[in-house]
């Protein structure tokens, strides 16, 4: 996909975006001759309350930059953009000023976007930035002062367990861990792993931005505060699960061609089956009567669950579905009022319409862990 060019009000002299925040441009000024040449990485973080409709277009908003762009469900996504740069004349952090000033101005919502040379450096200069809005770029020469002071815990990458292990020998800054050797962080955390935040710490991130968009299978879980036989409770869980999937599906225009449900008992066993639908579908009729099915196929007796996993499988573009006209008039009806409940909980906030089988904590999807995500 070509680029498309940027109007010339936008390049490289745009306006800030109507009502956003002011941007953070990094450590130092971000422009041609103070170091950002190098840069071509953006991390693109985007409002925890946006729709998946609206990612969706945030995603396409990114294509007319670059055509590698890497979606990074459920809220982020990567920009490659060192061609990019020469097309447009402008360097990485006045794209990812562009960017922004037409996901506010076209799509009416802000983004955080880290620039740098690498992926991980990006996503953590994108995580530095406060408010609902910013660009923070990060030039080659001042990644180690940028890593230097954050906290350990804020490691792309590093999750919360192994952080509270190199706290509890005393490494507590990024920083702190660059002046161990490699062989102590292995010997700390795994040798795959300390391996890793070794060269994290040091802004070392060889991977590059693969384009990819929306994934091929979406998953929904929950746990139960305690142990849970295959009665009402479960079963409304499993329907709270339900339509959670059927509206992450819906919001990203996708359509299931088979479910995958995990059960987890006592003691850490699992059971798992999968079986496709008669036609890909994202509607919560269909996935319901399919997840019961394989609820009824393991069979439970008196066997005690912890949890359960719901996974829509080989998934396809909602578009590409051929829809049947159907006869019948209570699906018709159901298929609207799903329609109708999409826009109020898209206006209102997830779960806030939702089956009155369902309880309000089982119809919302849990918030993402801040540390070391996308």
């Not at 002011?22 to 990485?41: D, E, H, L, N």
């Not at 409304?236 to 225009?253: H, I, M, N, P, S």
């Not at 479910?259 to 496709?276: I, Y």
């Amino acid at each position: 996909m070509t680029p498309t060019p940027p109007p010339p009000d936008t390049l490289p002299g745009a306006a800030p975006a109507p009502g956003a925040a002011p941007s953070a441009r990094g450590p130092v000024p971000a422009g041609p001759g103070t170091g950002t040449a190098g840069t071509g990485v953006l991390h693109v973080r985007c409002a925890p309350a946006l729709s998946g409709e609206g990612y969706r277009e945030v995603l396409e908003l990114l294509r007319e930059f670059s055509p590698l762009v890497q979606a990074l469900p459920p809220r982020a996504a990567l920009v490659q953009v060192r061609g990019a740069r020469r097309y447009f004349g402008a360097d990485a952090a006045r794209i990812a000023e562009v960017v922004r000033l037409r996901a506010v101005a076209r799509l009416g919502t802000d983004v955080r976007i880290g620039v740098a040379d690498t992926w991980a450096v990006a996503a953590m200069a994108s995580a530095r930035i406060t408010g609902p809005g910013g660009v923070l770029a990060v030039p080659a020469e001042q990644v180690p002062g940028f890593l230097a002071p954050l906290p350990v815990g804020s490691l792309y990458g590093l999750g919360s367990r192994q952080a509270e292990a190199l706290r509890g020998f005393g490494l507590h800054t990024v920083g702190a861990l660059t002046q161990v050797p490699p062989g102590v962080l292995e010997r700390i955390l795994g040798k795959r792993a300390g391996r890793l935040v070794a060269e994290r710490a040091r802004g070392i991130d060889p991977r590059p931005v693969t384009p990819r968009g929306l994934p091929s299978s979406a998953a929904v879980r929950t746990g139960f505060a305690r142990q849970e036989l295959d009665g009402p409770h479960a079963r409304a869980a499993l329907l709270g699960l339900v339509v959670r999937l059927g509206a992450q599906l819906r919001g990203r225009r996708q359509a299931a061609r088979s479910l995958c449900l995990t059960l987890q008992f006592a003691g850490g066993t699992r059971w798992e089956r999968s079986r496709r639908l008669t036609e890909p579908s994202a509607h919560d009729e269909d996935l319901r009567t399919l997840a019961y099915r394989l609820m009824d196929a393991a069979g439970l007796q008196r066997a005690r669950l912890t949890g359960m996993v719901l996974r829509a499988e080989d998934l396809t573009a909602a578009e590409a579905v051929t829809r049947q006209l159907s006869l019948d008039p209570v699906r018709e009806a159901r298929l609207t009022v799903e329609a109708a409940i999409d826009r109020a909980n898209a206006r209102f906030g997830p779960g806030t319409v939702r089956p009155a089988t369902v309880p309000a904590g089982l119809a919302r999807e849990p918030l993402p862990a801040a540390a070391g995500g996308a």
